[in-house]
């Protein structure tokens, strides 16, 4: 074989995986298109808890870190400032508009070692436990994972456990 025709082998192959990455990738925004992102700001009465710089990592279904949902706004990894208030949690994506999770809608946090994308040391990701609204009109539970940039994923925790009702859940490997 000659190299112009390995290299147009090569060429092919690669195309063929690129277009199948762009397949799946466009199945699964499909398959997760009635999951919203609650765009939103915190409640002008409302009083600060925290500011956490994190690289946003991703956001899963609940119980489930390597399954990644294609969330419009929520699909790719990203530097935010998670806002925790008594009123909901707000989240600033780069690029983003805010996104607010009121704290009727929050489920619980946990630290996480793993998650689609990400391995870290123990504990080293903090974990939100919440609902997020359908196109119908119920809601879906999921995990969206974050690694604090400026402090520990335990103090993250700490302070979206003051936000969870009615008990939080524990920690675990998750």
Known sequence: MTQEGALLVVVAVAL?????????????????????APEGEVPEAASVIGVFPVLYVATT??????????IRRLGFRSKADVTVTDAGIALDLVGQPRLFIPRGQIAGAAQA????????????????DWRIPT????????????????????????????LSDPAPTTGDDA
């Open 61 to 70: 279904r609940h119980g489930e870190p390597l399954e990644r949902l294609a």
């Open 16 to 36: 063929g995986l690129l277009g199948l990455v762009a397949w799946g990738w466009r199945r699964r925004t499909r398959r997760d298109a009635g999951l919203v």
């Open 113 to 128: 070692t793993v998650t689609i994308d990400r391995v870290v040391e123990r504990d080293g990701l903090a974990r939100l």
């Open 135 to 162: 196109h119908d009109g119920g809601d879906a539970l999921v995990d969206s994972y974050f690694r604090p940039q400026e402090t520990s994923a335990r103090a993250l925790v700490d302070a979206l456990l003051q």
